[in-house]
């Protein structure tokens, strides 16, 4: 039944633009989120000029416009995230994982993290916060923190590391001062973070569904509050590949409301979402 909106919006439209973000995200969109969809892509159907969602629909089917087809992805991932984003991860991080990596790769001196779904850029920021203040002698490391994700929005303001203070009011004053510094001309009043974080992060755009160029092995894989999105047979294929790239020792975080039971074999339960690879 066609909603009584602005645009016209039919059962078809949404099986196809269900359709579309399946084959492009791999986000699997239950019918409870047809508002959700209907509000998001509202906004794209006004800045094109078009009368109704089935015109917006034959668009991104032809294939024709990759750019707007970017901007149809974008519109549609939930990019919620924040900074120390469940803090018992970075606890786990700084006082077991990082000292137990500094033995294992002391002759190697080399440490490999990566962010899968790094959204705006706060989880790969608290994470290189947490390596820089809890490895021992970390200036003498070869660290590289890979933060992908699909949405170059998103990404964009990863890149930046411009945030309003707010965002920032979950850290400490001396955390703060450390690592961000005060913006200037156009980014006043607002905090950028340090160039000693910027350089240890690589941003980059990485669709999950798609091939990945990276070789491993990492050491720790985040990729906290993704897997939600995606149905099982997707969530299964992931995990096959997370595990394929991740250090024997390696670890993977995921997110509060997420869980591997049933999804894999490759990965054991520590507790509180953390996983350790099975050898
Ligand atoms: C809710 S945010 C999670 C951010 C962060 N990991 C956290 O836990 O705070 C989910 C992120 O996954 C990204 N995402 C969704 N589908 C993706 C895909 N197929 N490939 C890469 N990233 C994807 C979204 O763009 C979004 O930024």
Not at 32 to 61: H, Q, W
Not at 89 to 113: G, M, V, W
Request: aromatic share 10%; proline share 3%.
């Amino acid at each position: 039944m066609a909603l009584e909106r602005e645009f016209q919006f039919s059962d078809q439209d949404f099986d196809t633009i269900r359709k579309l973000v399946s084959q492009h995200t791999g986000i699997s969109l239950s019918s409870a989120k047809r508002g959700m969809v209907y509000s998001r892509l509202a906004r794209r159907l006004r800045r094109l000029g078009l009368d109704n969602f089935s015109e917006y629909c034959k668009l991104l089917v032809s294939g024709e416009d990759q750019t707007e087809l970017g901007m149809f992805t974008n519109s549609i991932t939930t990019n919620l995230t924040s900074f120390f984003r469940e803090s018992h991860h970075f606890d786990y991080l700084a006082n077991q994982l990082l000292p137990e990596c500094a033995s294992l790769n002391k002759q190697t001196r080399r440490l490999r993290i990566w962010s899968a779904g790094c959204s705006s850029g706060e989880e790969p920021y608290s994470i290189a916060m947490t390596v820089l203040e809890n490895l021992p002698e970390s200036n003498n490391w070869d660290i590289k923190i890979l933060a992908t994700d699909l949405d170059t929005s998103v990404l964009e303001k990863a890149k930046q590391g411009v945030y309003p203070e707010e965002r920032l009011s979950c850290i400490d004053n001396q955390k703060r001062r450390r690592w961000f510094k005060n913006g200037r001309g156009e980014n006043a009043g607002l905090l950028q973070a340090s160039p000693d974080l910027k350089a240890l992060i690589t941003f980059k755009q990485l669709n999950l569904m798609q091939d990945w160029p990276m070789q491993g092995p990492f050491d720790i894989i985040f990729c906290r509050n993704v897997l939600i999105y995606f149905d099982k047979p997707t969530q299964r294929v992931l995990m096959e590949r997370y595990a394929n790239l991740l250090a024997d020792h390696g670890r993977l975080f995921i997110g509060h409301s997420e869980t591997l039971y049933r999804v894999t074999e490759r990965f054991k339960l520590l507790g509180k979402t953390i996983y350790r690879k099975v050898a």
